[in-house]
């Protein structure tokens, strides 16, 4: 699940975000997902609520998440809930190296209900994300 502003990659700051388009990010982690032999689903949305309401929907419809908020992470406590709410496991993940950025970005509210935080790996985080929820649901 893809939070807010990250449909804009490709005109974000290339230093922290790297030069894919989110087109390109998809396609990537759906070829990571198809080498660890996973099914992928996908969720943008620039709207909290939104984001919120699918977070609802996820149980029944996946075995477990792996979320990148956007600056959402930082401060929003209704994702918090939701994603508690849903009860899978899940993995957060940043493009950039948050903890290396401005101070307000080292803190996510979620990162406690997550089994890992990636951060800092661009596009290829992704891929231990979805090997971390890998192991977690072969456990
Ligand atoms: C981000 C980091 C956030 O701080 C930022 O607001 C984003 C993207 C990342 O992937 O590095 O939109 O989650």
């Known amino acids: 699940m893809h939070g807010v502003n990250l449909d804009q990659l490709g005109r974000r700051d290339p230093v922290h975000y790297g030069t894919l388009s ?23 949305s620039n709207h909290e609520g939104e984001f919120v309401e699918h977070l609802h929907r996820l149980q029944g419809l996946a075995d477990g998440v792996v979320l990148n ?15 508690e709410l849903a009860a899978l496991p899940a993995v957060e993940v940043h493009l950039s190296d948050v903890k290396g950025r401005e101070e307000w970005r080292a803190l996510s509210v979620i ?29």
Do not use: M
């Open 111 to 139: 990162g406690d209900l997550c089994l890992e935080r990636v951060a800092g790996k661009g596009p290829e985080g992704y891929r231990d994300a979805l090997e971390r929820l890998r192991a977690e649901l072969a456990r």
């Open 22 to 44: 989110f087109d390109e990010l998809e396609l990537r982690i759906s070829n990571f997902s198809h080498e660890l032999g996973l099914e992928v689903r996908f969720f943008q």
């Open 69 to 83: 908020p956007g600056a959402w992470t930082h401060y929003s406590y209704a994702i918090r809930d939701a994603l």
